[in-house]
């Protein structure tokens, strides 16, 4: 089993809609965990880090779950901007750990 | 502020050939680090510095060397390429290792023969 695990999608969504998708970790030491943006043949960029009491930056909110170990990301009011892949990353020890990414395909 | 360069941007070479990838950050970043990113996988930790004159091996550090020349530049070396080693590399920063946001340059996309 991965340590990290991200549904690879593509999630195809129309403009204005609401998207959310999930990140699964398996390793309960796991002590901080993030949100990365990547598009198309770019770098990563954080888009957010996820704490324990959930927060939101905007139209993007992120969730905790540590009881089933996993953390997800809401988009609200989806722009065709918002295409990209979405990385969740979780630190082990201070070691990072990356997810393969999730591809969000935001359709006019 | 530049952030975080990297070159060569593109590289083609033949297998057993060498050659050193180049980072370097302009934050005054503690902790530099070298990734490798394929097809399906999430990105995968070569080689990490914690601090300037420490290095320290990753997930994946066979074929690989590094040198921390100072506090601003991480290099990445290959010394015999395998096609194996066909990849895109992405170098990255933080202020302390792993605890904070890291910054990333624009990636080497490496091809092996």
């Known amino acids: 089993r991965k340590e990290v695990e991200q549904d690879p999608g593509p999630f195809n969504v129309p403009e204005g809609a609401t998207v959310a998708f999930n990140c699964t970790y398996s390793?309960?030491?796991?002590?901080?965990f993030f949100w990365y943006r990547q598009d198309c043949r770019k770098e990563p960029k954080l888009l957010m880090s996820?704490?324990?009491?959930?927060n939101e930056d905007g139209r993007f909110t992120a969730q905790l779950n540590r009881a089933s170990q996993y953390i997800s990301l809401l988009i609200r009011d989806s722009k065709l901007s918002d295409s990209a892949t979405y990385l969740c990353?979780?630190?082990?020890?201070?070691?990072?750990?990356w997810g393969a990414g999730t591809k969000l395909i935001i359709k006019p | 502020n530049a952030g975080v360069t990297q070159t060569p941007k593109f590289q083609v070479l033949k297998t057993g050939q060498s050659m050193t990838l180049q980072c370097a950050q302009d934050?005054?970043?503690?902790?530099m680090y070298w990734y490798r990113q394929d097809p399906g996988m999430g990105l995968r930790l070569i080689y990490y510095?914690?601090?300037?004159?420490?290095?320290d091996k990753g997930e994946v550090p066979n074929g690989y060397n590094v040198s921390r020349l100072n506090k601003r530049e991480f290099s990445l070396r290959l010394e015999s390429a395998a096609p194996s080693q066909t990849s895109v590399y992405f170098c990255?920063?933080?202020?302390?290792?792993?605890?904070?946001?890291?910054?990333f340059g624009p990636g080497t996309r490496l091809t092996v023969l």
């Open positions: 990255a920063s933080s202020e302390i290792r792993s605890v904070n946001e890291q910054f």
């Open positions: 934050m005054n970043h503690n902790s």
């Open positions: 510095s914690a601090s300037e004159g420490t290095t």
């Open positions: 390793n309960s030491a796991s002590q901080s």
């Open positions: 996820v704490y324990s009491s959930g």
């Open positions: 990353v979780v630190n082990i020890n201070y070691q990072l750990i």
